[in-house]
């Protein structure tokens, strides 16, 4: 049976989908991604709806 790959976000290197970084090639690469979030150079393009916002509050109780 053929192991099935998938490729690095951010190198673009082919990653078992057994290894322990996945989606990742590397700690590095894992890293270099941390990064891009904190720094915001991802973001997500749809705000919440009210309803998953409602939902949040209900399994984790009010914000403060």
């Not at 989606?23 to 150079?41: T, V, Y």
């Not at 973001?43 to 009010?62: F, L, N, Q, R, Y």
Request: net charge negative; with cysteine.
């Amino acid at each position: 049976m053929a192991v099935s790959t998938v490729r690095c976000p951010i190198c673009k290197k082919e990653v078992s989908r057994d290894d322990p970084n996945m989606p990742f090639c590397s700690d590095r690469c894992r890293m270099i991604d941390l990064g891009n979030w904190a720094s915001e150079k991802y973001v997500i393009s749809t705000p919440a709806a009210k309803t998953e916002i409602e939902d949040i509050d209900e399994h984790e109780g009010p914000r403060q």
